[in-house]
């Protein structure tokens, strides 16, 4: 082989090489089709989620402590049920935050153990710490893992007069405004018990997804909270369960934003509404109507964003809908 050729044979084994590395780091693609669905899942639409059974069990001081999952990804949440003979109150210690537990008739107490979508994806240890009647107090040592959530990249452009609106003094001031809603948790469960609890804010597609980061204008990094549906300035938003409204006003990145409260760190989110129906302290009821979609806050066209918080997390609204939750 003569010089020349193998000048040629070695240019091309180093773009092919590039070629690979190329394709070995895309593995998430840098912006998301739209709608990701056409519709909302057959499989989850508002029907009757069965009691599954628990992943994990443990016993200790006459206590049982079930987990209903055996590891949660990034941005999810699980339920715990704890009872015994005398339990009269139970929290739960994870991630550094106390969590509150809540009775139910004859099941004892369940909890939910709500993963951040930032949360590093490794095992972790928790406390679960029960009160007896007579005062007497068992702790009760367990473990899970979290598994990465699997989020995409997305890009997304804003007209030149919503451009301000991606200043990150902006998006933390108003993660702060929310975070501070967040913070007055009932003790109380709001939420309807029966066959179906939880129901979509609207029958449309979805067009983006959780968890994204997303990236604005090409410069400005921040993650979706939440999902968004497609829908028309001026189409009815409904309440996905029952609860009181914990906010109903402006925020500059949200637009116009409804926050309803269902109980025991369980919080919706409802943004970027034309109008708003409801106002803050009003009690509402599963499918009742908080507003119309729109298009206002950091918006780059007429959609519903719909997102969900518990304990403090960001946690998959629509995975949220799949979870069966004690009524």
């Given at each position: 082989?003569?010089?020349?050729?193998?000048?040629?044979?070695?240019?091309?084994?180093?773009?092919?090489?590039?070629?690979?590395?190329?394709?070995?780091?895309?593995?998430?693609?840098?912006?998301?089709?739209?709608?990701?669905?056409?519709?909302?899942?057959?499989?989850?639409?508002?029907?009757?989620?069965?009691?599954?059974?628990?992943?994990?069990?443990?016993?200790?001081?006459?206590?049982?402590?079930?987990?209903?999952?055996?590891?949660?990804?990034?941005?999810r949440?699980?339920?715990?049920?704890?009872?015994?003979?005398?339990?009269?109150?139970?929290?739960?210690?994870?991630?550094?935050?106390?969590?509150?537990?809540?009775?139910?008739?004859?099941?004892?107490?369940?909890?939910?153990?709500?993963?951040?979508?930032?949360?590093?994806?490794?095992?972790?240890?928790?406390?679960?710490?029960?009160?007896?009647?007579?005062?007497?107090?068992?702790?009760?040592?367990?473990?899970?893992a979290?598994?990465?959530?699997?989020?995409?990249?997305?890009?997304?452009?804003?007209?030149?007069?919503?451009?301000?609106?991606?200043?990150?003094?902006?998006?933390r001031?108003?993660?702060?405004?929310?975070?501070?809603?967040?913070?007055?948790?009932?003790?109380?469960?709001?939420?309807?018990?029966?066959?179906?609890?939880?129901?979509?804010?609207?029958?449309?597609?979805?067009t983006?997804?959780?968890?994204?980061?997303?990236?604005?204008?090409?410069?400005?990094?921040?993650?979706?909270?939440?999902?968004?549906l497609?829908?028309?300035?001026?189409t009815?938003?409904?309440?996905?369960?029952?609860?009181?409204?914990?906010?109903?006003?402006?925020?500059?990145?949200?637009?116009?934003?409804?926050?309803?409260?269902?109980?025991?760190?369980?919080?919706?989110?409802?943004?970027?509404?034309?109008?708003?129906?409801?106002?803050?302290?009003?009690?509402?009821?599963?499918?009742?109507?908080?507003?119309?979609?729109?298009?206002?806050?950091?918006?780059?066209?007429?959609?519903?964003?719909?997102?969900?918080?518990?304990?403090?997390e960001?946690?998959?609204?629509?995975?949220?809908?799949?979870?069966?939750?004690?009524?």
């Amino acid at each position: 082989m003569n010089r020349v050729n193998r000048v040629f044979v070695v240019l091309v084994s180093i773009l092919w090489a590039g070629l690979l590395v190329t394709l070995t780091l895309a593995q998430e693609p840098l912006s998301t089709p739209t709608p990701i669905a056409t519709a909302i899942p057959s499989d989850v639409t508002p029907t009757a989620i069965p009691k599954p059974p628990p992943a994990i069990s443990l016993s200790q001081d006459g206590i049982t402590v079930e987990l209903f999952f055996e590891s949660l990804k990034q941005g999810r949440a699980g339920v715990v049920r704890v009872d015994g003979p005398g339990v009269r109150e139970v929290r739960a210690q994870v991630f550094g935050r106390i969590i509150e537990f809540f009775p139910v008739d004859g099941e004892g107490f369940y909890g939910l153990i709500a993963v951040g979508i930032e949360q590093t994806a490794r095992e972790y240890d928790f406390e679960i710490y029960a009160v007896l009647a007579d005062e007497t107090r068992i702790t009760i040592p367990a473990r899970f893992a979290v598994s990465l959530g699997g989020f995409v990249l997305q890009e997304v452009e804003l007209p030149p007069e919503r451009a301000y609106l991606i200043d990150p003094l902006v998006e933390r001031a108003e993660f702060a405004r929310v975070a501070s809603v967040f913070q007055n948790i009932t003790q109380e469960r709001l939420w309807d018990s029966g066959e179906v609890d939880w129901q979509f804010p609207l029958n449309a597609p979805l067009t983006s997804q959780f968890g994204a980061l997303r990236v604005f204008n090409g410069t400005a990094e921040t993650l979706h909270t939440g999902w968004d549906l497609r829908a028309e300035t001026g189409t009815p938003i409904f309440a996905s369960a029952s609860g009181i409204v914990a906010f109903a006003g402006l925020m500059d990145i949200r637009g116009n934003l409804v926050i309803i409260d269902h109980g025991y760190g369980i919080f919706s989110g409802y943004a970027h509404f034309s109008q708003i129906h409801v106002v803050r302290g009003q009690e509402i009821s599963k499918g009742q109507i908080l507003g119309m979609s729109g298009n206002t806050g950091r918006s780059s066209g007429p959609h519903l964003h719909w997102e969900m918080n518990i304990n403090g997390e960001w946690i998959d609204s629509v995975d949220f809908l799949q979870t069966w939750i004690p009524g």
